[in-house]
């Protein structure tokens, strides 16, 4: 892909690292940055190299969401405010369904389409004071990027309602309280825990990592006979595989394995 404007894209090992590059208006989204995302999304899943991705934001905030000055000057016409639109859902189907695990770290605020962002993600990381927030109903409009469903399966009906009826802000240790986190640092150890964490992940079997991912956000609405024969099918998949035999053999040699991705 072409140099983006709007992101950093750093390689740590096996780790892509996409960071929001917006500083000046606090990593608010425009359009070019939907599209450089989706970008690098499909670049990290081409590359075998390749096995976890994090987010993050550079600056004070993760992502404030919406850039509402660039909004307010653009005299959008109706299908263009669509397109818009369909761009932020785009962007948080891809995370849902990549492949790879996807960490957010949460650094500052992370509000509206950064926040939708953050819950698209199989993991978020924050720091301690960073605040995290769905103020959409206050601004006159709604949420989206599937939030609707996957915020009542981190933290509860009621709960969600709450967060998404009154747009509260919540802080990294009360995230982490209601499991919309999985964890809140000190803000000079976020990047360290996120990267620990995929690079954890980016140790797995990665055939059967993606398989796990799609089995766990489907889940929810799956019928039990169903989930239970994709499971099944699942594991037959796994088991043709070369990281299967590798998995065997580690187990039998006692050692790390070394999975390939085949």
Not at 52 to 61: D, F, H, I, M, T
Not at 78 to 94: F, I, K, M, P, S
Not at 131 to 159: A, K, N, R, Y
Request: with cysteine; charged share 20%.
């Amino acid at each position: 892909m072409q140099r983006p404007e709007t992101l950093i894209i750093e390689r740590q090992a096996a780790v892509m690292v996409i960071r929001f590059n917006r500083p000046h208006r606090l990593n608010a989204v425009v359009e070019p940055l939907y599209r450089e995302l989706l970008a690098a999304l499909d670049e990290a899943e081409r590359d075998p190299e390749v096995r976890a991705v994090v987010l993050s934001g550079e600056g004070r905030a993760f992502c404030v969401g919406a850039d509402m000055k660039e909004h307010g000057a653009a005299g959008r016409t109706l299908h263009q405010r669509r397109e818009y639109l369909q761009l932020g859902n785009d962007v948080c189907e891809a995370i849902l369904r990549s492949p790879l695990p996807v960490v957010a770290a949460v650094n500052g605020y992370a509000l509206g389409a950064g926040a939708e962002m953050a819950v698209a993600c199989d993991f978020i990381v924050m720091s301690e004071a960073a605040q995290i927030g769905f103020p959409e109903v206050g601004i006159g409009t709604c949420v989206g990027g599937g939030v609707s469903q996957l915020l009542p399966q981190l933290v509860g009906l009621g709960q969600a309602r709450r967060l998404l009826y009154t747009g509260v802000r919540i802080d990294g240790v009360e995230a982490a309280r209601l499991g919309l986190a999985s964890q809140a640092v000190p803000a000079e150890a976020l990047m360290d825990a996120a990267l620990g964490l995929a690079e954890t992940l980016s140790r797995q079997a990665p055939i059967s990592l993606a398989m796990l991912k799609r089995l766990v956000n489907q889940g929810s609405h799956e019928s039990l006979e169903s989930q239970l024969q994709q499971e099944l099918d699942a594991v037959f998949r796994c088991s043709t595989t070369a990281d299967w035999q590798e998995g065997v053999d580690a187990f039998a040699e006692k050692r790390s394995p070394n999975f390939q991705g085949c």
